[in-house]
């Protein structure tokens, strides 16, 4: 049944971290406190309550926000957040730790985003001050309903405000965030409209889904809209449902969706071969028969060759997904910096770029968290064991929905043809 999402307060929300030689501490100080547990956290399947607790009171959610525009010193925050670099490498540290954490607030930076994607211009920022002065963490999803499964969310004018109704699926966040960015249809002008919205308004009611495959601990459900009032300070901004006439800046959208998934799923990947390697290098000489009945000891696992050739082969498996992924960052970095004069041919370049990056984390971070099993014949534990099968999960649930082959025909027709890749504001 729909449940009232819970607000968190217990723990005051902070300032961004300011400091940029702080940040790589802080974050991993977070990711080994929630590596320490994250077996036991992925078998209760609760809601990320503790762990959203452990975020805020390092101030990551507060981190995770846009770097401020060009030309100014910050917001009225003091600071301007992270930029894609800084915030990528946080989002990837604590998905190696724990998947499910590492999407929860990859999609918060990028729905942290919003107003400067969507709104009428690049100095739209200004929306930034109130909603994320004091790094409040963020849930919900700005990408189109499908058609064929109908209107999803609407916004209806009422006197200087809109009324927002519907339901829709929210992949991470669902009772734990502070505020929800959504987007929904002008029943005036059809136009896609982002809202922001406070949970905690009697007309939202939420219901969780924990209890999945992998990804666990994301806190996806859906949330039901009620007659929730909109005021107009509350819409971000706006786009055209016609994809065919979205601003080519407004269509990097989905692409940062994209990419920061991408990264995730690299940090799984990353976090699995690091665990396997503990374990392997754990392993104890195998004791056997000498001369004279005497007990010698076999070479150590972490000496035979052919486990060294497999770690070999994973280990450049991700270090090739890694650049390919860098690369991606840097082409939608520049042309998140270009602004709105990004022209189409820009981001269809950057399309590719981050098409690539996402089939090649799809295929290596299924294929390492599935070696790794066979390497270590860890694949479950009920003994308080690595349960390395938590990566593996966790890679399939955030992969499933992302198909390598169709990435893969965009680049190739890119490539041969010089055809764009789709120009759409979907992921």
């Known amino acids: 049944m729909p449940t009232k999402p819970v607000v968190r307060t217990a723990a005051p929300l902070k300032p961004p971290v300011v400091d940029d030689a702080m940040w790589p501490r802080v974050t991993r100080e977070v990711a080994d406190d929630l590596a320490a547990d994250a077996i036991a956290r992925d078998r209760a399947g609760k809601p990320p309550y503790d762990e959203v607790a452990r975020l805020r009171e390092a101030g990551l959610p507060a981190l995770l926000t846009p770097p401020a525009p060009p030309g100014r010193a910050g917001t009225a925050s003091g600071s301007g957040g992270a930029d894609w670099r800084t915030a990528t490498a946080v989002i990837r540290e604590i998905a190696a730790a724990d998947g499910s954490i590492g999407e929860l607030v990859a999609r918060h930076y990028v729905l942290s985003w919003s107003s400067r994607l969507f709104g009428a211009s690049d100095d739209a920022a200004g929306h930034e001050v109130p909603a994320l002065a004091a790094g409040p963490l963020l849930g919900g999803g700005t990408d189109l309903p499908d058609p064929e499964s109908g209107p ?15 339901r829709r699926t929210v992949a991470t966040g669902v009772t734990v965030a502070d505020l929800l960015v959504v987007g929904a249809t002008s029943t005036h002008t059809g136009d896609l409209l982002i809202a922001l919205v406070n949970p905690a308004h009697p007309g939202v009611l939420a219901s969780t889904d924990n209890d999945r495959l992998g990804q666990r601990l994301t806190g996806a459900g859906s949330v039901d809209f009620d007659n929730v009032p909109v005021d107009a300070g509350q819409i971000l901004g706006a786009t055209t449902r016609d994809e065919h006439a979205v601003s080519a800046f407004t269509a990097l959208a989905p692409l940062a969706l994209r990419l920061v998934l991408s990264h995730v799923a690299l940090g799984i990947a990353e976090g699995a071969l690091g665990e396997a390697r503990d374990v392997s290098r754990a392993v104890p000489p195998a004791p056997r028969s000498g001369a004279a009945g005497a007990t010698t ?58 098409a690539a990056a996402e089939a090649v984390t799809t295929r290596s971070a299924v294929d390492i968290t599935t070696r790794i099993l066979e390497l270590t014949e860890a694949a479950t534990s009920f003994d308080g064991g690595p349960a390395l099968d938590r990566f593996w999960r966790n890679a399939r649930a955030l992969t499933a929905r992302s198909s390598p082959t169709h990435r893969l025909r965009d680049i190739g027709d890119h490539y041969l043809n010089g055809t764009h890749p789709p120009f759409t504001a979907r992921p």
């Open 152 to 166: 999803g969310l609407t916004l209806s004018p009422a006197g200087p405000g809109h009324l927002l109704n519907g």
């Open 297 to 354: 000891y076999a070479v150590r696992p972490s000496g035979d060759p052919y486990l060294l050739l497999a770690y070999g082969e994973l280990a450049t498996t991700a270090q090739t997904a890694a650049a390919v992924v860098e690369r991606a960052t840097d082409a939608l970095e520049q042309g998140l910096a270009t602004g709105r004069d990004l022209g189409m041919d820009e981001r269809a370049e950057i399309a590719v770029r981050v």
